[in-house]
């Protein structure tokens, strides 16, 4: 039998003391795969069951059914912010309805922030949409070599409101 490194020797072990690793609340013995590998049934605090393998377990890799991922991914950028925004200029007006169809012709949602790119001859457009909202971060250019294709300039902010109100 091969020496398992981690809390419990075997997974009988963990079976009889049932403990909670992370959010997950072991339950019960699961299954053992062709390879011999045993699976355990746990059920984790915001509901979910999930079944992970003994090992990954043991060695506390497995802390959640994949809510902890999806809730520090809510959360990248909120507490670390590099670069800042000025929010309060979310404001109804013709200058962020000009920026609003500038998003929705030009721009994109994505994991990072709302984004909105324009041809490098342009960058005087994002330049003030930058300046607008106080804007501590960076233009990012593009460099296009393929059929002739212009540079990009991209603007990209990541903040939640921004989000709500685009």
């Known amino acids: 039998m091969r020496t398992q490194t981690g809390t419990y020797r075997t997974y ?13 609340q072991v339950v019960e013995l699961s299954h053992k795969n062709k390879w011999g590998a045993y699976y355990i049934k746990c059920q984790c605090d ?50 962020t309805a000009y920026i609003a169809g500038l998003y929705a012709a030009d721009g994109s949602n994505e994991k990072s922030g709302i984004s909105i790119g324009l041809q490098s001859s342009d960058k005087c457009i994002l330049e003030k949409t930058s300046s607008y909202f106080n804007y501590t971060g960076p233009l990012y250019t593009i460099k296009r070599s393929k059929n002739n294709e212009k540079d990009q300039i991209r603007l990209t902010i990541s903040d939640n409101s921004f989000r709500k109100f685009f």
Do not use: R, W
């Open 46 to 95: 915001c509901g979910n069951i999930t079944t992970t393998d003994f090992s990954s377990l043991n060695k506390s890799k497995v802390q959640s059914c994949g809510c902890l991922q999806k809730e520090a991914v809510k959360h990248t950028g909120v507490k670390n912010k590099k670069y800042t925004v000025d929010v309060n200029k979310l404001v109804d007006n013709e200058i």
């Open 12 to 24: 009988k072990d963990m079976l009889i003391a049932l403990p909670k690793i992370g959010k997950l």
